[in-house]
């Protein structure tokens, strides 16, 4: 399983656009980028997943470079209920198997 | 759907003592795993299942842990004896297509 790095913390405003890089330089060709958010006292919640290109859904959007050795979340316009610990993760979809890092700790601020 | 469940959602108990932590995962779903979270060592992966067989245990810490999944709606993780390093939040998780729903999780304080 690819490994990844993501900064570890990052502040915001509410209004503003997140973006969070992740890191994932030894990405293999059947894996696809998983994000996941976590609030405190809660376990993971799916956010959102891609291969390529640009994924978007009502939360998030993914941006993926060519290479695929990293990869973007993209958080429009946060609120003070954003404020969670982000995790990307790496791996074969046919493995069901995710390892998570240590995540990047979002701290939204009015 | 109620979603993934976990009881208890607290256990406090004393070093030696049998904790036995239980799931319940989404209908439907063909695996489930089981996950630990500490403050030091963050979100592991202990062990996953799939269609009630046992995968990749790799993340087991030793022996004192062991866990089963009898059928497709029921699974236990078992902790005999206990010990105050294994305190810590314990998930479970399920899918079905390669999203995993999590459990609200297991708060364990071993003292």
């Known amino acids: 399983l690819a490994k990844t790095t993501q900064p570890i913390s990052m502040d915001s405003y509410e209004g503003q656009e997140v973006n969070i890089t992740c890191s994932h330089n030894?990405?293999?060709?059947?894996?696809?980028i998983t994000w996941y958010q976590q609030f405190p006292s809660q376990g993971p919640r799916f956010i959102i997943q891609?291969?390529?290109t640009k994924v978007t859904n009502e939360v998030a959007s993914l941006f993926i470079p060519a290479d695929r050795k990293s990869s973007t979340l993209s958080l429009p316009r946060v609120s003070l209920s954003d404020t969670a610990v982000y995790y990307c993760?790496?791996?074969?979809?046919?493995?069901?198997?995710?390892?998570f890092g240590t995540g990047t700790r979002l701290q939204v601020f009015p | 759907d109620a979603g993934v469940i976990q009881s208890p959602r607290h256990e406090v108990t004393e070093m030696g003592q049998e904790v036995t932590l239980r799931c319940k995962p989404i209908?439907?779903?063909?695996?489930l795993f089981w996950y630990r979270q500490t403050m030091m060592r963050g979100l592991e992966l202990l062990i996953y299942?799939?269609?009630?067989?046992?995968?990749?245990d790799s993340g087991m810490p030793e022996d004192r842990f062991s866990a089963k999944m009898p059928n497709a709606s029921f699974s236990t993780l078992k902790i005999q004896p206990s010990e105050p390093r294994d305190s810590a939040v314990y998930f479970c998780?399920?899918?079905?297509?390669?999203?995993?729903?999590f459990g609200p999780g297991t708060r364990l304080t071993v003292l």
């Open positions: 998780a399920s899918s079905l297509l390669n999203e995993q729903f």
């Open positions: 030894n990405i293999a060709t059947n894996d696809y």
């Open positions: 891609g291969y390529k």
């Open positions: 993760l790496v791996g074969d979809l046919g493995t069901d198997k995710l390892i």
């Open positions: 209908s439907g779903h063909n695996s």
């Open positions: 299942f799939n269609n009630n067989v046992p995968i990749d």
